[in-house]
């Protein structure tokens, strides 16, 4: 008999709440992976979050780990990981959600951060659904059209839909998405949970399919903060002094709130979120101060835009090549330049962003935090359209040019 | 009987010169193929530039291309290209140069520019050398140690050290290479042949194996411009005004000749090289000038080895994690972040390159063209070194940051 019952449903717990049983064989492997085999068969019939997802596999592979000494366990033993099906894995298929990779076959490889999450000891779980190539809406082709696990007729956000909706909903504690615009912080904040996007390069790109070649970043999705902790800490993404002299505290912590140029089009659910949460902090006694940008910063998202359209044009060429027509019109459009970027006007755009980055460093320094919008407002209806790329912070944040 | 004979030697053509004759049928892929094979097999004991090719793959996948009619012949149609190892061919092994992927089961997918090639109609011929994951010296595991086929006893230059090798030998007209600091310009350089390193993003990364993200670039190895001209044009690489008002002409042009901040390092092959290159011109009635760089230009390659250094840390840690050993200590020392490299430091390198670009752009601007010295000097002795990574504008053309 297992020390965790049935009862206690293991689904329930947090990748840090999970690790330290797993170690120590207090929660096996199989145990933990049967029991989100059975909160996935409940609840994905609605939330459609999955696109490949073996528990014949599953099972056999936690075996596997539960069959490893304690000793020898690494630091993300037996924890179950979902993965965005845009990043490779040498024993499940990837598919974009692209009419050109429909093929069950895996590409027998594995992204440099899948091997770097099997050897910690995690176990790669399954697929999750993306827009194409992580660019476009839902529902182009032939993967699920996801739905957001708390309003089944709302979005939960992309283009990293599956990973936010299948952690919101307590269907995987863990889960890796990507981001070139706003695509996991969107489904982050959609789909309650939390979405880590990592300063550029931090987690290796390989294996990873390409669209904005200086923009795209792999980065997380969890329900704690703890659990990012961890999996950061596999993945040597850690502070220059990643033990800070004295630990973090609200009570007299200068915070920032960068409402940005974009405010205007934010609603009234993410009005009453920033306001509650400026409410909250002071309570708590830190001191609370709106960060003025300067005018420049409203060019952001279209130079982010730019950048992007600029960079597109090789990125799908190959898959244009073959068959332009089995292509969202969006990405044709990428590579036929219908925006008519310039090599010029994208040379512009890079000097541009460069020219604000130390800019916002130094403002950015002023403070303990900064708030920013994640998104506009709370997830709309409709299931397609996966919401506006939203706050100029995300714009800044994922561009290094 | 084809209207090309043996004694013509179909080896000896460019891209350019075999590309009309493939078209129409005057030249057969088959023939081109063999005339290649002999080629190689009569070199290729010294040269060694090559680690997977097979001869009956080769022809079979020659003979499909003849079999398609000419009016549905693609833009380069029959052409044999060589592929550096570290792209990625679906019906051939990609070993990286590194003792952890020794298989010959290639991973079945193709680098988004192999897709866009042979779309196009190239013969994707074989593999060609590479120093580990096209960083680290020569000879570390089981690749060849390829040769200069020039001068035996002297290195072709790497990393793309086939790549070089193959195309300034006659073995192959036209092949991919990458550069992350001169793994383009270098060994094009000793080998006697064009290297093309085109701007960041222009052709798709994806497929390939990673060290610097910023930085790698995808590129060309030819024997004629009109040969790069050709595989440009498919991949989308053309100027803002592709044609351009009047036809380029050396006499009156504009020539500046930056001898950059390293010039003291340079030998007197390069110094020879570089006068003799100022003395034709102006035969030719150029106007040339030296172009003097701002001191702060002096550091563009500690910026640039700062921010290599810290992009290496994540782009081999899975390898890393999966066995330390198996890696060159200097990739070990990525990982391990040796050189002690903070975030800190590798942000103020991108912000510090990104503030001299537009000065570069601004200095360029007052030229028809800038002629910068592509290595130190001649390719030296021995075969594992394959010499310094060189001129100062290799690393500001690398580096976007």
Known sequence: MSAISNDEEPWKLTAAEALPLLRNGTLKAVELAQSLLTRIHQRDENVKAWVWLSPSQILQQA?????????????????????KDIILTKDMPTQ???????????????????????QAGALIFGKLTTTEFASSKQGNWHQNLT?????????????????????GDFQIPVALGTQT?????????????????????????????????????????????????????VFQVLDDDPIPQQAFKIEN????????????????????????????????????????LPDDFSN???????????????SFLGQYRTDPKALHESIQGYVENIKNVSRKDQL???????????????????YDMVITPSVV?????????????????????????
């Open 348 to 366: 512009e755009a890079y000097d541009n962003c460069a020219r604000l980055r130390p800019v916002w460093d130094d403002i950015a320094s002023k």
């Open 63 to 83: 075996q596997v780990l539960d069959d490893i000494p304690q000793a020898q366990r690494g630091p993300l033993h037996g924890l179950p990981v979902g993965v």
């Open 181 to 233: 615009g706003g695509s996991i912080i969107r489904p982050a904040s959609f789909d309650g949970c939390y979405g880590f996007k990592p300063t550029w390069g931090c987690i290796s790109r390989e294996g990873i399919a390409q669209w904005g070649w200086s923009l795209d970043t792999c980065g997380l999705f969890s329900r704690s903060v703890e659990d990012l902790d961890a999996v950061l800490d």
């Open 377 to 401: 407002d709370e997830a709309p209806k409709g299931l397609e359209n996966t919401g506006d790329m939203a706050s100029l912070l995300v714009a800044v944040g994922s561009s290094p040019c």
């Open 96 to 118: 974009y959600n692209s009419k050109l990779y429909r093929s069950d076959t895996p590409i027998n490889a594995d992204a440099n951060c899948i091997i770097t999450l099997r």
């Open 300 to 314: 952001m998202l279209e130079w982010h835009n730019t950048v992007l359209n600029g960079e597109g044009r090789s």
């Open 147 to 167: 739905a957001n696990p708390h309003d089944f007729e709302r979005t939960p956000g992309g283009s990293s839909s599956g990973s936010g909706a299948a952690v």
């Open 253 to 292: 912590a200068k915070i920032g709130f960068a409402r940005t140029h974009n405010w205007s089009t934010a609603g009234p659910g993410t009005q009453k979120a920033i306001e509650k949460a400026k409410e909250l902090l002071k309570c708590h006694g830190a001191v609370v101060e709106e960060v003025d």
